[in-house]
């Protein structure tokens, strides 16, 4: 496995992906009656997708604070990120929404958040080094 030292740059993005997950999750999970009535998306769903935020909100802020982590471990994050930007636009597509457009730019402007972020993690990565494996 591949370990690597995270630059400073790295460290950041993950602290900023951690601290919006948190906030977004916590947000949902407590307040998804309130953002259902506002977008018109099912408040369960919204509920639930902040709960699957809140570990996610720990790991990230885990790795964040390591000094080496393997590449796999930031590489999940991408790919996870990526996965939850292509899901927030299946969803929209979808008969099982029907948001309104304050609805469809919450959604979006999630996504696209969600994507900058991926975006900007891949450009940490690239720009870290290589370090030995740990014994």
């Known amino acids: 496995m591949t370990y690597f030292r995270p630059t400073s740059f790295l460290r950041g993005v993950l602290a900023i992906d951690a601290l919006s997950c948190a906030g977004m999750g916590l947000g ?33 802020a885990f790795i964040a604070s390591r000094e080496s982590l393997p590449q796999l471990a930031v590489w999940a994050v991408i790919v996870l990120n990526g996965l939850w930007v292509v899901e927030s636009l299946v969803t929209l597509m979808s008969s099982a929404v029907a948001p309104n457009a304050l609805g469809y730019a919450f959604v979006l402007s ?9 975006e900007l993690e891949y450009v940490g990565l690239k720009r870290s080094t290589s370090v030995p494996v740990p014994a």
């Open 110 to 118: 999630q996504a696209a958040f969600v994507a900058v972020l991926a």
């Open 28 to 60: 949902l999970a407590a307040g998804a009656n309130i953002v259902a009535d506002i977008t018109a998306l099912p408040a369960d769903l919204l509920r639930y997708a902040g709960i699957s935020l809140i570990p996610c909100a720990a790991y990230l």
